[in-house]
T-cell receptor, first 110, second 114 residues
Framework: GQSLEQPSEVTAVEGAIVQINCTYQTSGFYGLSWYQQHDGGAPTFLSYNALDGLEETGRFSSFLSRSDSYGYLLLQELQMKDSASYFCAVTDNQGGKLIFGQGTELSVKP | EAGVAQSPRYKIIEKRQSVAFWCNPISGHATLYWYQQILGQGPKLLIQFQNNGVVDDSQLPKDRFSAERLKGVDSTLKIQPAKLEDSAVYLC????????????FGQGTRLTVV
């Protein structure tokens, strides 16, 4: 089976940097994704890591360490609109199931 | 390109009634997912299709839930009979293939069972 652990909530101020960690356990691993979901909205894709290292997309970066079964999402220059829930998700290598964590609620304060 | 379409957006039913949700994925996407999301929790995978075959349905309560993806395009998810604990948002998503570099979600159906 699969399980993912991430903090339930994080608070930061505008302009700051925040890191949301994710550790996972899975019987077979293909990649780690991150999704953003605003209240009442649908999850939207942010990033995907299949290999170790850092992927940067604008203000957002995502990191993966396969040996540590660990990844994180880094959000820079925080804006109020970044207040949302962030989910890490594992793709396994047995059929490509996409399994989500319980999410981290990020609150950005002025 | 058109996104993932779901209907209805909202549904209120009484317990023990039946309900069906419909999903039309992005054209050309082979992989289709149904998720259940209870308020404050992450999406829980109910069933995943690759074309018209089932990849995984281990979390689908098969005594009351069923899903099909005829012709490998659109899909329906049915609950019969519904229970109070089925109140949730039902999300459909699709991706180009099962390597999942990006899954696209529909707006979901918010189901309330009273």
């Amino acid at each position: 089976g699969q399980s993912l652990e991430q903090p339930s909530e994080v608070t930061a101020v505008e302009g700051a940097i925040v890191q949301i960690n994710c550790t996972y356990q899975t019987s077979g691993f293909y990649g780690l994704s991150w999704y953003q979901q605003h209240d009442g909205g649908a999850p939207t894709f942010l990033s995907y890591n299949a290999l170790d290292g850092l992927e940067e997309t604008g203000r957002f970066s995502s990191f993966l360490s396969r040996s540590d079964s660990y990844g994180y999402l880094l959000l820079q220059e925080l804006q109020m609109k970044d207040s949302a829930s962030y989910f890490c998700a594992v793709t396994d290598n047995q059929g490509g199931k996409l399994i989500f964590g319980q999410g981290t609620e990020l609150s950005v304060k002025p | 390109e058109a996104g993932v379409a779901q209907s209805p957006r909202y549904k209120i039913i009484e317990k023990r009634q039946s309900v069906a949700f419909w999903c039309n994925p992005i054209s050309g996407h082979a992989t289709l997912y149904w998720y259940q999301q209870i308020l404050g929790q992450g999406p829980k995978l109910l069933i995943q299709f690759q074309n018209n075959g089932v990849v995984d349905d281990s979390q689908l309560p098969k005594d009351r839930f069923s899903a099909e993806r005829l012709k490998g395009v659109d899909s329906t998810l049915k609950i019969q009979p519904a229970k109070l604990e089925d109140s949730a948002v039902y999300l459909c998503a699709s991706s180009l293939n099962n390597q999942n570099t990006e899954a696209f979600f529909g707006q979901g159906t918010r189901l309330t069972v009273v």
